[in-house]
């Protein structure tokens, strides 16, 4: 009989890495285990998470050949070893019955929308009759007609590999959610102001502010690891947090001040601590003058610019201001105290004369009507709370208004976070710790013209729409459905799900009922991939490897890595490889090498060579000697770092101009100013923000009645669109604030309304929506509703989110877009709440 | 001697849920049937717009004076030499008594095991070998916060000697090794 002390045999467990689920100390347990030890063997492997886009760096526990834990890796840029419960739950992805398990055909397309007339084939058939499709429109010289179809999935982590495959086949065509409903129609307030997109470019230094506001975004409870993590850490380094959100979300809810601003209405607050802020002389006026365009001049009578020309040399737009100093007009660059105020009279080199006022004088003039008083009215909110809030931003150095994320709600989203970049830019804390910050990719911001083919292009210049940098969904639509501006007859949808997430349930499926051809490659049967003909089933990221990419959601330099830490569970494959292959019996294997290895800076002859012996390591390993780095490190540690936090602080616009087109934070946007003289004027793109109410607020006055509500919405921290979906343990977390619809007591009441109850929620307009069931909460104004996304599932082969029902939010949201950057308005409708 | 200990700051917890889903997997609990070593419930209280809404992650409390160990009948349960309160499954007859005389609902059956299952301080399997608990480790907001509650220089015992970190409960007078933070927060909307 062995004797030993519970010491040594836990020394003993822990020495072989022991199954821990049996732990006891007696000797037949001993037995048990030391049997199990002699077979078992522990590997722990470097992936990136997939389950959102944030994608942190993790360690697959792999025992026995099954992932039994996934961990975050420790002191990795982006996540510093956390991950959260959707992170955790990659297991219940990796081994979900409902997956994809085998290629699939359908020949059958009026049976789209449904599960019928699927037949499993093996790989080869399904890549060849997918060749097949392709390769019809190719040969007839028509290849756009194919729409590549992608969700956050192609433009957070796919992207190269999808657009390599797209240049292959030679499509200019895709689409995704970015621009019409995700971010876009807010970043590109930041784009106009900055030259980067948020989240994608810009990420604020929240870990060391000491005063952060928050809005349109729930950054505590969804903002992903690497953004949440900082957040805590900034609160638990003394930070003060003011949360604008009509319902206390996570953020709000361990915020040190909550204000339920009502919906839509956060830039009328901005614009009033704007007010503030130019009355009190909170601004950084030796920021302003040097780095910003608010110097420069404004012709007194037709408000545009005096003179703004181009410089060849550095490519960027050079303007007036007047010289304090000198007395006279000259460019910015040459100004040695340039004016912020005043009214000057400027002599031209044609001899005229005009007068003038530096933008930022009339900034101050526009700022005088938007008193707290004002935006009090608007926004529900005292105007000594606005006062206050204004004061402290800026007087607690440092401050920072966090940049947001997805924002496609109004049409003055995008004066919204203009006003967000402007007040951040107007305490100067742009690129300093504390403030707004680039990450690796927004220091080399690269958007190449769109392509003149694509079919948005081609139909905004029909219909009067600009043409926008990455592709534009509306159109889509009139493509497939309508052949305008010309036909789209095939769809690859790659892990995206627009029947799911896109504006306009209706009009979706009917799109994809029209198509010739729908190919899809997804991981779980998802409500788009029942309109599927041809069904290839997508690897989950722990059964496959990644290359090399940067870690984007943080302030260092780092590349990062995934390692396949097993072998796939069902018979599917990566879609880096199904490309290859398709790209192959396509006769195109070669372009699509030559664009892949110039989009990663890579040598062609070597990807290919690596790519062809090696697989997805190949390209790794192309990219680790183009890059310079170690493969073994990377392949070890899952990410490599090469510029610390310090060293890329404090470099834009101090040391490299910025990615607009003066290259200086344009308070004063010149992409606006050229888009308004194009144009004309509205305050939705106006160089100088202005107040536009949303269209919401007078539709609710004129519809006031007990069961009307604002509609607002949110994800709960358990969700990230379809990666998330369908996932036992995240099921298992569910509470009933996460799918159920948010009101407030007292109204509930009024409708007789109690906790639990079931309740249709509809729009107001159209009648669409769904069943839910009611959470009565004291949490949420008394005039607003609030839902999670991702509900409402329609496909019965996901057996878990089936059975949970819900509303599906573009139920609610109708086929409707903004001007100028068409997003979806998303919360530009009113619901009406009914008890079942 | 070791004595481990949890303090959680409310302050920091941002109820996602990262905890609990780390301790199911890295435990093997059965959540599917729901059972569970820690949960984070969440409270809303107040009027609006006076309102706190509060995620409370809650274990077992690793009392030292636990009335688990108290009444169980075959010393299955039992507080080891670090403090941390176990169960030893194959002398576990599950009667259950423990689970009733748990005032802080820590405790439920695992049918796999034929035994009481609980929170372990995920002593054997990662803090014996160095590593925190695996809902320390994975918490996204650090507010769960791990160590030696006899070490002066640990960050447990400065927040509990601080008088920052209390007992839930204290009246019940078992002593827990399990402390919270509680903030009280300003609230000015109006």
Known sequence: MIKMTRREFVKLAAVTGALTLMLGESEHTFKTLTAAQSKTQVKYIPNLCTMCANRCGITAKVVNGKVVKLDGIPHHPANNGKICARGQSGIARLYNPDRIKAPMIRRDKSKRGTWEGFEEVNWNTALDEAAKKIKRYMDEGHPEKIAVISGWWGCAVYKPYVAAFMQAIGTPNSAGATINSCMFPGAFGWLATLGGANHAHIISDLEDAKYIIALRRNLAGVGGVPHSWRFAEAKRRGAKVVALDPRMSETAALADVWIPIKPGTDLAFLLAMGHVLVNEKLYDEAFLKKYTTVPLLLNSETGVPVKVWDDKATGLKKYLVYDLLQKKAVSHDEALNPALLGEYTVKLEDGTTVKAKPAFQVLVDDLQQYTPEWASKICDVSSDLIVKTANEFGRTKPAVIDPGWHDPRYENSLQTHRMMAILNAMIGNIDRYGGVSFNVPGREVNLPPPPQNRYDVVWGKKHGMLPLPLPNYVPLYYAMTKGDPYPIEMAIVIAGNPIRTWSGDKEWKEAFKKLNDVLVIDVLPQDTTMYADILLPDSVYLEKDFPISHAEMSLYGAFETAIAAINPVFNTKPEIMIFAELSKRLGVYDKFINSLAKMLKVDAGKLRRYFDSEGIRGIRRAQAEAYGISLDEIEKKGYVMFETKEELMDTMPYKKPLHTPSGKVEVYSLMLAKITSMVGEDPMWSPLPKWLPPKVMSEYEKNKAPNVFYFIYGKSPLNSYTHTTDNEMLDSLLRPDYIGVWINTKRAKQLGIKDGDKVKVTNLKTGEGGVTTAFVTEAIRKDTVFLNTQWGIESKKLKIAYKRGGVALNKLWPFQYARLIPGMLTNELLVKIEKV | ?190
């Open chain 2, 1 to 190: 001697m070791t004595k481990y200990g949890m303090v959680i700051d409310l302050g920091s917890c941002l109820g996602c849920g990262a905890c609990i889903a780390a301790c199911d997997f890295e435990n093997q609990t059965p959540w599917e049937e729901g059972k569970r070593r820690t949960h984070v419930p969440e409270f809303i209280f107040g009027e609006y717009p006076n309102v706190e809404r509060l995620f409370v992650p809650r274990l077992c409390m690793h009392c030292e004076d636990p009335p688990c160990v108290a009444v169980c009948p075959t010393g299955a349960s039992y507080k080891n030499e670090d403090g941390v309160v176990l169960v030893r499954y194959d002398m576990c007859i599950g009667c259950k008594y423990c689970v009733v005389a748990c005032p802080y609902n820590a405790r439920y059956v695992d049918e796999r095991k034929h035994a009481i299952d609980k929170c372990t301080f995920c002593y054997n399997n990662r803090v014996s070998q160095g590593r925190e608990p695996a809902c320390v480790e994975s918490c996204v907001g650090g507010a769960r916060i791990f160590g030696d509650l006899e070490d002066p220089n640990s960050e447990v015992y400065k927040l509990i000697h601080s008088g920052e970190a209390v007992p839930l409960r204290a009246d019940l007078g078992t002593h827990p090794k399990v402390r919270y933070i509680f903030r009280r927060k300003k609230r000015e909307g109006d």
